[in-house]
């Protein structure tokens, strides 16, 4: 059975079928009439977001800077004949720097906080734009993508946590779904950008330098916007810090992010929270040993296997086949790599909006359901038109769009969602840093072997694979996953853990 997140521990009904736990803090409802200026929570959520804008961006750029730098009348270098393994480091290489940036981290992260944290991805970010774009030869070039790559990890790391304990709870889960978003609105600039450098003399160093005065922009935006109250409260009750202080400061943050017409209601809420963090145990710091075990252990189950489900269903060796599959069924763009990639990635963008706008409404799970579903179908359509139905490209193209749109209303967003939430507060940070190194590690274990496999099996057998590995996926959804639409952190740690 899923576990049922709405049975508090004790609990009284009131007039008009309201529940109200009878023990708990905050786990009495209150947050359904939560205060909140939609004005005041965009700047909060736009700040940390570009940093999933720039994530997105390297990948769409990418893909017309290796055609940009491997040119030899257009690379504008003379180091342009790259082998095979070279260009797997370019493409690769902030693949590779977003898992030293995972581990990085999990050991600074509750100790810089979720605004420091985002302020040095930034940082990064434009240091490793800047290398990238100015590389004088290949080595320094690899370098530039490391490093950028560095700032992806910080910055997904970072991100989602920021964003889920400033949101107001009625829209938490819009707005960390549309962080999803951002990085499909950086993946349609990417590959637009680069369609305008890519017949560019020098073209890649462009594509590459276009990120810096947005990683600038997000930092400055970010040392503008306060530290997540509910980081500044938990250091407070650890003992580093002055409660009084701490609460002050927590004030004047939620003052700032819900807006100044709430602030007679803000330090209530502030106690509330202390309250419920007491109540939660909160106060004790972690330890290594308590991520696996416990609560930590049943998010850690949640959390990294929603994103390793996310990634090994297949996700990129689909995308790989877009061109051949357009091609096969006589689309007039097909022969254009850039144009197919900017029509996907537009479709990307509308479902990844469809699954923002419903979030909030129909909840976590059926979207998680639903989408995994259609995925499971699209990998049956093009797992048949790769062994038996290759005369029939509409079989293909049909399951091409389905996997992407149903990917982009389930596993696309709510992977990165489900990890914002359901991590105990005292041990996010760490227990987020894992989920994220598992979703980078995951995909470079898909990227590497997709080809040997591929070889090995064939296309169709292929497909049909990812597809038994999406129904498994889809058991573990129903059976594991809870529902946390409309709960405050507190009580998705209260109830669904």
């Known amino acids: 059975m899923a576990f049922d997140p709405v049975q508090p521990v004790a609990k009284k009904a009131r007039s008009g079928g309201e529940i109200v736990s009878a023990r708990e803090p905050l786990l009495n409802g209150v947050h359904d009439s939560e205060s909140y200026s939609v004005s005041a929570a965009i700047l909060p959520f736009l700040f940390p977001a570009l940093g999933g804008l720039l994530f997105g961006y390297d990948i769409g750029a990418t893909s017309s800077a290796t055609i940009s730098i491997e040119s030899p009348t257009l690379s504008g270098v003379s180091w342009y004949k790259l082998s095979s393994v070279e260009i797997g480091l370019l493409t690769s290489g902030s693949l590779y720097g977003a898992l030293i940036g995972s581990v990085l981290a999990f050991n600074v992260a509750d100790f810089l906080g979720r605004r420091k944290e985002l302020i040095g991805s930034a940082v990064v970010y434009l240091v490793g734009a800047l290398v990238t774009a100015?590389?004088?030869?290949?080595?320094?070039?690899?370098?530039g993508r490391l490093v950028f790559g560095t700032g992806i990890g910080l910055a997904m790391h970072a991100a989602p946590m920021y964003i889920a304990e400033t949101a107001p709870t009625p829209i938490r889960g819009q707005l960390i779904s549309l962080k999803e978003f951002f990085i499909v609105l950086g993946m349609v600039a990417g590959y637009g950008i680069g369609s305008l450098f890519v017949e560019t003399v020098a073209g890649w160093r462009y594509m590459y330098g276009v990120s810096s005065p947005v990683a600038i922009i997000?930092?400055?935006?970010?040392?503008w916007l306060p530290a997540s109250p509910r980081w500044l409260l938990l250091r407070a009750i650890q003992g580093k810090g002055d409660v009084q202080n701490s609460k002050d400061i927590a004030i004047r943050s939620l003052c700032q992010l819900q807006g100044q017409a709430f602030n007679d209601s803000i330090p209530w809420q502030v106690d509330e929270i202390l309250a419920e963090l007491s109540y939660l145990g909160e106060e004790k710091e972690?330890?290594?040993?308590?991520?696996f075990q416990g609560k930590c252990l049943k998010a850690l189950w949640i959390g990294a296997g929603l994103v390793l489900f996310q990634q090994i269903t297949g996700q990129p060796s689909v995308l790989y086949y877009a061109g051949s599959i357009f091609q096969s069924a006589g689309f007039s763009g097909a022969s254009d790599a850039t144009r197919v990639s900017i029509l996907l990635g537009v479709f990307k963008l509308i479902m990844t909006g469809v699954a923002v706008v419903v979030v909030d409404k129909l909840g976590r799970r059926p979207l998680l359901l639903g989408g995994v579903s259609g995925i499971v179908i699209s990998l049956f359509f093009l797992g048949s038109y790769y062994i038996f139905?290759?005369?029939t490209p509409v079989v293909a193209v049909v399951g091409l769009l389905l996997y992407v749109g149903s990917y982009q209303i389930s596993f696309g967003p709510i992977g990165w969602l489900m990890i914002a939430e359901i991590f105990p507060l005292r041990l996010r940070g760490r227990g987020l840093s894992i989920a994220v190194l598992v979703n980078f590690g995951a995909n470079a274990l898909v990227t590497f072997a997709f080809s040997p496999l591929k070889a090995l099996l064939g296309a169709g057998i292929l497909f049909y694979t990812f597809g038994v590995i999406a129904v498994t996926s889809l058991v573990f959804i129903y059976l594991v996953i809870p529902e946390t639409k409309g709960l405050t952190l507190e009580e998705i740690e209260a109830k669904c853990l």
């Open 134 to 143: 100015l590389a004088p030869n290949f080595p320094v070039l690899v370098l």
């Open 389 to 391: 139905l290759d005369n």
């Open 218 to 223: 997000m930092g400055l935006g970010m040392w």
């Open 286 to 291: 972690a330890t290594f040993g308590e991520l």
